[in-house]
């Protein structure tokens, strides 16, 4: 990985027996540069879904793990944070060896100019209607979930995770971090506003793991 590189910072919280794994800085500026182009210039042009299969907002890839697993830059990118999944699973007294990335796809916030079979309307219809606990959701069957923030105009756009009926945990997204849950839990991400995402969009990698063996 190349370009200046920042001090790493990884911190644990644990809140109803539940662990937030985060950790800053996760590679060099230039390197995130370099993650941004392509994702901007290739996976959000060749691999996005329509609207009428991910509600927007926001914009999504496919399922594109197998894809990146192949790219070089990306492989990289997958085998930093293979580190930081093991080091989640030494604190969750899971065996890191029998834990599989299953699935990764990216999220976009930046703007509603857009090619699609739909209308500038629709898009901007949906984002008014859209709201944080209305779109909380949960990934069933994989038991470990990492969000990297890749482009994000303020760290108060982050993540935020249902505990229970009255209580939530609300991860910041500074760029170029990230946080590792158990995505199991209901949880949404927190959007800027389009005024915001013209110049600095709010882009997410997300990957799911299934640990195997007696987690599974």
């Known amino acids: 990985m190349h370009g ?13 027996d539940h662990y937030f794994y985060k950790a800053t800085n996760v590679v060099s500026e230039g390197f995130r540069l370099d993650l941004l182009k392509s994702a901007q210039e290739y996976w959000f042009v060749n691999k996005k879904k329509s609207i009428y299969e991910e509600v927007f907002p926001p ?3 496919e399922e594109i793990l197998g894809y990146l697993l192949n790219d070089p830059l990306w492989q990289l990118f997958y085998k930093e944070i293979r580190i930081h999944i093991m080091k989640y ?3 969750m007294n899971i065996d890191s060896n029998k834990v599989k990335m299953h699935s990764s796809w990216m999220t976009r916030i930046q703007d509603i100019n857009f090619e699609g079979d739909h209308t500038k309307q629709q898009l901007l ?8 606990f209305g779109n909380m959701h949960s990934h069933k069957v994989n038991h470990i979930g990492m969000v990297y923030y890749l482009s994000n105009p303020n760290p108060k ?5 249902k505990l229970g009926d009255s209580k939530v945990f609300n991860n910041n997204g500074e760029e170029n971090s990230i946080m590792i849950f158990d995505p199991r839990l209901e949880h949404s991400a927190l959007y800027p506003t389009l005024e ?8 997410t990698v ?3 793991c299934i640990p195997l063996g007696k987690h599974s």
């Open 4 to 16: 200046y590189v920042m001090e790493k910072k990884i911190t644990v919280k644990k809140y109803n």
């Open 59 to 61: 914009e999504a890839t």
């Open 89 to 91: 699973c030494q604190i």
């Open 125 to 132: 219809t949906a984002f008014k209607r859209h709201s944080t």
């Open 157 to 161: 756009y982050g993540t935020v995770t």
């Open 196 to 203: 915001e995402t013209k110049n600095h969009p709010r882009i």
């Open 206 to 208: 997300v990957l799911d």
